[in-house]
């Protein structure tokens, strides 16, 4: 009996080779891009050419090459690239998903569908769109040090979102999210291509690179049914601190006569009550100056007092002038929708569209500023 | 039976029982019911489940040097113990068969999606033949080396998770009916004691150390609720309601998003081994007790014929399983989970009357 078991178990076990994949026949993506137009998708992959880190070939090819088709459906898309590439495609390393705005204005649901069905897509992959320029192209650039291209733009978001608040990190499960419940509106990072007038300005960044483009960070987009939007950097910045997504973030402010920069050590916001059409926003922001410009005295203790308020006023009016675009555009980019569905449900239920119903909506700033710290010096060093 | 056993080592089990139905059907289930609320539901399911629990640890007092079937063979007339034990039989088997698809199911809609699913049941079917021919103190042990494999998965998922943790998605609080959350609640407890009561196959005077059993048991179960409102509390925090509500495999969709340091990612698949374990000891259990039961029964003495039963039990389960196998999607069709909760709920009310009646006719 137990002979009979081991032989069972031997040839049960040796099945796992069933259906294997070898290494070397599948096409490892790295980047996905969507667009859509006249009824087709057009879809780019970005496929990571490992002979390029072969240690023992000294060739110079480029870290990745870039696939484009159309179809029908994405999947249809994805078997012409296959058939071209004679492997079978695997996108279990994507680090990066660009869709267009066509693609989301006119037929997200399939390709929602498309990615929630696939299995081997990760949910953290970042998604991001391109207003400028198409997913190919963003795709296409080749990157300092040979990089391959996807690290690199989910490296530059991380990079923007630590240090400039400009970036919208979303993940694919948060994008999911985002479109299957009516209170959000789909907010993604903007990747953009420089125009080739900026790089010619900046002839560092053209020492490494064999492309006569370089991607950026822009402001992140906002979508609606119809609309397309692309926040400024204030609006941005408010997004992020409501979010409380801006620790670390260098922000300046003008002061009397000159400017000063402050580093965010840690920033508390959030919206915390919904009553008689007010929307109540509390805030707590601690920073350290690190650099100082104006002529108020430094040594004086007052002067930190006065900062504060230039800070608070600053974010006072930012968020009142990003609170008015919103209601001017009926989008929802502060998230107040999410806000008062999650905390009154059943206020949110009579207002069919919060959107619509953001006009009659006031908000009411409380906010503190907390300078703790005047950077490494003891004083004024202009004084 | 075997005097091998001890209290640690039996009360055990009770993880793994506890949360056979978890996979596919209570988990998607509840959030589809209770939304939000559902964390509320496993709590209310808990105390109710409390109540059955403490059932079962009052029927293993009665007649405690008998089985459940000897009980019911000393203290009804044959012909109702036949009913009796031929129809837990009979559920026993088809709780087994469901395990066993909806893991097989599992394995082919979410990796093994070019295996034919012949392969994929029989595979699963391996350790479960090998166990099911031994007995119930075999089982003991295996479950006892997998309670901590078990114990490491789930805190490493719940840490791996800990950075995706949004206490957003727990709102809105309190929103769904009491109706919903009720029915929630009430399935929870059906679909998580009904299993732990195969355990009464074994005479508590069968356990060598009996005077701490209702302690331990006790313990155990308190233990592997809690563990079990950990599964639904680390799911709903690190995805969207409406996102889970979308999956058949919540829990297993939820260790997809685990990335630590941009170095571990990846490990659904090593981390859904939690569920390989629990279901396949929950298998071998229901052939071990539809096992024993007919042995008992039948008063059959011979252990060939013994090993003979438990491998005619498993191949009946395949015979239900693999024509249905490729039925995978069909939570949808929440009817269905009428099926598991009516036979459950069946086999725990005749327990119930089982453990009144005995108790009756001991006071009398």
């Known amino acids: ?383 | 039976m075997n005097k091998q056993l001890n209290s640690t080592s039996f009360s055990l089990m009770i993880s793994a029982l506890n949360k056979c139905l978890f996979l596919g059907l209570l988990i998607p289930y509840m959030f589809k019911i209770s939304k939000t609320s559902t964390f509320i539901s496993v709590i209310v399911g808990f105390v109710i489940s409390l109540f059955f629990f403490v059932m079962l640890l009052l029927l293993f007092n009665v007649n405690s040097n008998l089985s459940f079937v000897g009980k019911v063979k000393n203290n009804f007339s044959k012909p109702f113990s036949f009913f009796v034990t031929h129809l837990q039989i009979v559920i026993v088997i088809m709780l087994a068969s469901m395990l066993l698809w909806r893991l097989s199911s599992f394995a082919t809609n979410e990796y093994l999606y070019e295996t034919p699913i012949i392969l994929v049941v029989l595979l699963i079917s391996l350790p479960i033949f090998y166990i099911s021919v031994n007995n119930f103190t075999v089982l003991c042990r295996f479950n006892t080396l997998c309670f901590m494999a078990g114990l490491v998965i789930i805190i490493f998922n719940f840490i791996g998770l800990l950075p995706h943790y949004d206490v957003n998605n727990f709102k809105p609080f309190f929103t769904d009916s009491f109706g919903s959350i009720l029915n929630s609640a009430i399935h929870y407890a059906v679909l998580t004691v009904s299993p732990v009561f195969l355990l009464t196959i074994v005479p508590k005077n069968d356990i060598s150390d009996c005077k701490s059993f209702n302690k331990k048991m006790m313990i155990s179960f308190v233990y592997s609720n809690i563990m079990g409102f950990l599964i639904f509390f680390t799911i709903q925090m690190s995805l969207h309601i409406d996102l889970i509500n979308l999956y058949t495999y919540p829990a297993f969709t939820a260790l997809k998003i685990i990335n630590l340091s941009n170095f571990i990612d990846s490990v659904e698949n090593i981390s859904s081994i939690l569920w390989y374990i629990y279901i396949t000891l929950a298998v071998c259990m229901c052939v071990i007790y539809a096992k024993f039961s007919i042995k008992e029964f039948y008063s059959i003495s011979n252990n060939r014929y013994e090993k003979i039963l438990g491998i005619a039990i498993v191949i009946i389960i395949l015979l239900i399983v693999l024509p249905i196998a490729n039925m995978s999607y069909y939570l949808d069709k929440i009817s269905i989970m009428k099926f598991p909760f009516y036979m459950l709920l069946i086999l725990l009310l005749s327990y119930l009357f089982v453990l009144i009646i005995s108790k009756l006719k001991n006071k009398s």
């Open chain 1, 1 to 383: 009996m137990k002979k009979l078991f081991v032989l069972l178990g031997c040839l049960f076990l040796l099945s796992g080779c069933f259906n294997h994949r070898e290494l070397n026949d599948l096409a490892i993506c790295s980047g996905l891009g969507v667009s859509y137009s006249e009824n087709k998708y057009t879809l780019t992959l970005q496929v990571v050419n490992t002979s390029a880190f072969d240690a023992k070939s000294s060739n110079n090819n480029a870290s990745f090459s870039v696939y484009t088709e159309e179809g029908k459906t994405i999947f249809e898309a994805i078997n012409k690239i296959s058939k071209e590439l004679s492997k079978e495609i695997t996108l279990t390393q994507l680090k990066v998903i660009i869709i267009d705005d066509s693609a989301i204005l006119d037929n997200l649901g399939s390709l929602v569908d498309f990615l929630m069905n696939d299995l081997e897509v990760s949910l953290n992959v970042p998604v991001v769109t391109s207003l400028k320029s198409n997913p190919k192209d963003v795709l296409s650039v080749i990157t300092p040090n040979n990089e391959i291209n996807a690290s690199y733009i989910s490296s530059l978001i991380e990079v923007n979102n630590s240090k400039f608040g400009n970036a919208y990190p979303i993940e694919l499960s948060s994008f999911f999210v985002d479109y299957l419940t009516d209170y959000n509106n789909i907010m993604l990072t903007n990747v953009e291509l420089k125009e080739s007038s900026d790089i010619e300005d900046n002839n560092d960044v053209l020492k490494n690179t064999d492309n006569a483009s370089t991607l950026y960070i822009d402001n992140p987009i906002v979508f609606n049914n119809e609309t397309v939007y692309k926040l400024n950097l204030d609006e941005s910045i408010v997004l992020n601190t409501i979010e409380n997504n801006i620790n670390d973030n260098s922000l300046t402010f003008d002061c009397n006569g000159g400017n000063f920069s402050i580093m965010v050590l840690n920033s508390k916001f959030g919206f915390s009550k919904f009553e008689n059409n007010n929307i109540y926003l509390n805030g707590n922001l601690k920073g350290t100056v690190n650099e100082y410009n104006c002529s108020w005295d430094l040594d004086d203790d007052q002067t930190l007092v006065k900062l504060e308020n230039v800070i608070k006023n600053s974010f006072y009016d930012m968020i009142d002038n990003a609170f008015n675009k919103s209601k001017e555009l009926k989008l929802d980019f502060l998230e107040i929708g999410k806000f008062i569905y999650n905390n009154y449900t059943d206020e949110y239920k009579k207002i069919k569209d919060v959107n619509i119903s953001l006009v009659d909506f006031n908000i009411v700033n409380k906010i503190s500023v907390d300078l703790t710290k005047q950077g490494n010096l003891r004083g004024d060093i202009n004084e």
